[in-house]
């Protein structure tokens, strides 16, 4: 049991590159999020996922896509990396009955 | 909106001693609950507590226990006899429940620093 794992753990990119993020999870669970982790700042809430085949926007979505085509998977895409997307990047999950979200360990990603 | 203020960037406490994180929210929900996350050097986020804005008494979970004042609406995390190994970065969040989706909110946590 692998639990929440992402690919890749470190990225560099340049401006104006694309790149997808992959979050993948073993537990079965419904919800699926994306959050980014900037310096001084606490987790802020990209997209989530409710269930295989739907998305939704969170508190700070510009700049990003997500798809959940498999219940086990969530994407995040940055189609034109900018330098303020230079951040961490946690998914995490939780199946519908629980409250306690499971955190993969996260991706760090600079964009020059 | 929710919000989550946490006042204390950084603390340090002996080894041993007692601690309490400050954490105080805001939200017009009835509903929410109230997490605390821990985050090593290491990086990964990991779960301490959880508190229901229903539940009646302090939740607890082995050495860490969440103050929960409603009518204040501060929730501190107290960590009994700390040791080295708690020194970490401390994350406050609330969830406004949504038939199990929980996007949290998080605080701009409070680091930690245990001295021996």
């Known amino acids: 049991n692998a639990g929440v794992t992402q690919t890749p753990k470190f990225r560099v990119l340049k401006t104006g590159q694309s790149m997808t993020l992959l979050c993948a999870q073993d537990?079965?669970?419904?919800?699926m999020y994306w959050y980014r982790q900037d310096p001084g700042m606490g987790l802020r809430l990209i997209h989530y996922?409710?269930?295989?085949?739907?998305?939704a926007k969170g508190e700070v979505p510009d700049g990003y896509n997500v798809s959940r085509l498999k219940k086990q998977n969530f994407l995040l895409g940055l189609e034109s990396a900018a330098p303020s997307q230079t951040s961490v990047y946690f998914c995490?999950?939780?199946?519908?009955?629980?409250?306690?979200?499971?955190f993969g360990p996260g991706t760090r990603l600079t964009v020059t | 909106a929710q919000k989550i203020t946490q006042t204390q960037p950084g603390m340090f406490v002996q080894e041993k001693e007692a601690v309490t994180l400050d954490c105080t929210y805001d939200t017009s929900d009835p509903s929410y609950g109230l997490f605390w996350y821990k985050q090593p050097s290491s990086g990964e986020m990991i779960f301490l507590i959880y508190q229901g804005s229903y539940d009646q008494q302090n939740a607890t979970e082995g050495r860490y226990s969440l103050n929960f004042q409603k009518a204040r609406k501060s929730a501190n995390l107290v960590i009994s006899a700390s040791q080295l190994g708690d020194s970490a970065m401390y994350f406050c969040a609330m969830s406004a429940p949504d038939f199990g989706n929980e996007k949290l909110t998080f605080g701009t946590g409070t680091r930690l620093t245990i001295i021996p």
């Open positions: 996922s409710v269930g295989e085949g739907t998305t």
């Open positions: 995490a999950s939780n199946d519908r009955h629980s409250y306690e979200q499971y």
């Open positions: 537990m079965n669970h419904e919800y």
